[in-house]
């Protein structure tokens, strides 16, 4: 689908989320352009998962709306998500460890395939036509993210750091045009989150990739990010360039305290 040039790729609209007595997001709006990179920040608590959890539809919201491409999201259930381009990494890691490189990756294609059960119990013709694209696919993922000289090794074997790349790869290859990226650097060293860095740059370049990011690490997402937008106690509490978000006094206040920000 063709955006109109003013056109939002994402536009959230006064989300509201209650659980129970509890307001995890109160009336939360902003939006993302196309082919940009978007950090969300905020203390423990601020609604940045809730916020992911809204995106991918594993959290309905009783106020408010997100459209995605000009279209509401919440018409479409959790399972047709990935679908219509919008992929996910998880904080905690979620391959599968005995798989290897290779075959984790070519996970995250099968979500366009277009054969079904009946075709894959018969092994029809066209199964194996599309289980040699989604590897070619795979193929060029791996390289991008420089996972060669590990493709066929287990998942299990492998640092932290690259275990991330792995899960960041599988998600690319479901072709999202939005990738929510939930604390990509959390359990990296220094050297690994400048790494992150560039590769998310790299990436967010060759691929006309949309990337909204969730993360602690404030030096990371102050240089990587074209967009910050802070929450906290589920409002949002500032939205802007990195520089001017960084310098917001009620920002300062939430991560600092009070005195500090005086």
């Known amino acids: 689908?063709?955006?109109?040039?003013?056109?939002?790729?994402?536009?959230?609209?006064g989300v509201t989320v209650r659980f129970g007595g509890i307001t995890a997001l109160d009336?939360?709006?902003?939006?993302?352009?196309?082919?940009?990179?978007?950090?969300?920040?905020?203390?423990?608590?601020?609604?940045?998962?809730?916020?992911?959890?809204?995106?991918?539809?594993?959290?309905?919201?009783?106020?408010?709306s997100i459209l995605f491409e000009g279209r509401p999201l919440q018409a479409h259930p959790p399972h047709r998500i990935a679908a219509l381009g919008i992929g996910r990494t998880f904080q905690?890691?979620?391959l599968f460890r005995t798989m290897s490189v290779r075959d984790n990756v070519m996970v995250g294609?099968?979500?366009?395939?277009?054969?079904?059960?009946l075709s894959n119990a018969l092994r029809l013709p066209a199964v194996g036509r599309e289980e040699r694209s989604l590897g070619q696919?795979?193929?060029?993922?791996?390289?991008?993210?420089?996972?060669?000289?590990?493709?066929?090794?287990?998942v299990s074997d492998l640092t932290f750091g690259t275990q991330k790349r792995v899960e960041f790869a599988r998600a690319l290859l479901s072709s999202p045009k939005l990738l929510l990226l939930d604390e990509p650097a959390a359990g990296l060293n220094h050297e690994e989150v400048d790494e992150l860095r560039q590769l998310l740059r790299r990436?967010?370049?060759?691929?006309?990739?949309?990337?909204?990011?969730?993360?602690h690490h404030m030096n990371l997402v102050m240089r990587v990010s074209d967009q910050v937008i802070a929450?906290?106690?589920?409002?949002?509490?500032?939205?802007?360039?990195?520089a001017e978000v960084q310098a917001d006094?009620?920002?300062v206040r939430a991560y600092l305290g009070v005195e500090a920000a005086a």
């Open 1 to 13: 689908m063709l955006l109109a040039a003013d056109q939002p790729l994402l536009d959230v609209r």
């Open 27 to 64: 009336g939360v709006s902003f939006s993302v352009r196309a082919g940009t990179i978007a950090g969300l920040i905020g203390p423990n608590g601020a609604g940045k998962t809730t916020l992911f959890n809204c995106l991918s539809r594993l959290y309905g919201f009783s106020e408010g």
């Open 92 to 94: 905690n890691l979620a």
């Open 109 to 117: 294609g099968h979500c366009r395939t277009a054969t079904g059960f």
């Open 137 to 154: 696919q795979a193929d060029r993922m791996i390289e991008l993210l420089e996972l060669g000289p590990v493709a066929q090794r287990p």
């Open 203 to 215: 990436i967010q370049s060759e691929l006309s990739l949309t990337i909204l990011l969730v993360e």
């Open 231 to 242: 929450l906290d106690f589920g409002r949002k509490i500032a939205d802007g360039a990195p």
């Open 249 to 251: 006094p009620d920002v």
